[in-house]
């Protein structure tokens, strides 16, 4: 989409309440925005308004430097996705660099936030992947695997209850998803 979001400057400070003095304090730039999944006729909207998502898949590598992408050529990439119509930006399939989300944030670029490692003894993975990323406004959903990962030794929703678990502990504003691929040649259904 062509919207320019509003993002701003929070200041947390910690005060010596003995000296009323500032021992520390850090900037955040936070933006606000609601999500709905459930929209009035259907489909998501974004503040209030309709939206179609519409991006792709991207995986943090690029020809001739692997995954060692320059924020200049991630910059390049948003845009490149915005020129083309796209609004949504699939982190395949594993956290991207900080600077990604910021990107987005700035660029008003939408995000599914996806992990790699879905299995039951990676639940902190999720949860670190959930709490590192939970103030970009760009986050819309977050995915617990792709494809084959889903579906791991037919525990895949025992696996997937305790994704969801690990990441509603720290974020129960956003849904939770899975981009599961069940039509495969082994799979009939």
């Known amino acids: 989409s062509g919207r320019r979001p509003s993002l701003y400057t929070l200041v947390a400070s910690l005060i010596d309440a003995s000296t009323n003095s500032t021992v520390d304090s ?81 660029l008003g670029v939408m995000c599914w936030d996806e992990n790699r490692l879905f299995t039951t003894r990676n639940t902190g993975d999720m949860e670190g992947l959930v709490r590192r990323d ?16 889903c579906v791991t030794a037919g525990a895949a929703h025992g696996t997937a209850k305790l994704m969801r678990d690990a990441t509603k502990k720290w974020d129960t504003t956003r849904p939770f998803s899975a981009n599961s691929w069940m039509n495969g040649p082994n799979n009939s259904s």
Not at 79 to 102: E, F, I, M
Not at 138 to 145: D, E, K, L, P, Q
């Open 26 to 106: 850090v900037n955040i730039t936070i933006g606000l925005r609601h999500i709905d999944w459930a929209a009035p006729g259907g489909g998501f909207a974004l503040n209030g308004e309709p939206v179609q998502l519409r991006g792709f898949s991207h995986h943090q590598d690029f020809g001739g430097v692997g995954a060692a992408v320059p924020d200049r050529v991630n910059l390049f990439r948003v845009n490149a996705l915005r020129s083309v119509g796209g609004n949504t930006w699939r982190t395949s399939h594993n956290p991207y660099s900080p600077v990604v989300y910021d990107i987005m944030d700035t």
């Open 134 to 149: 939970r103030n970009h406004a760009s986050v819309i959903i977050w995915s617990a695997c792709n494809e084959v990962e």
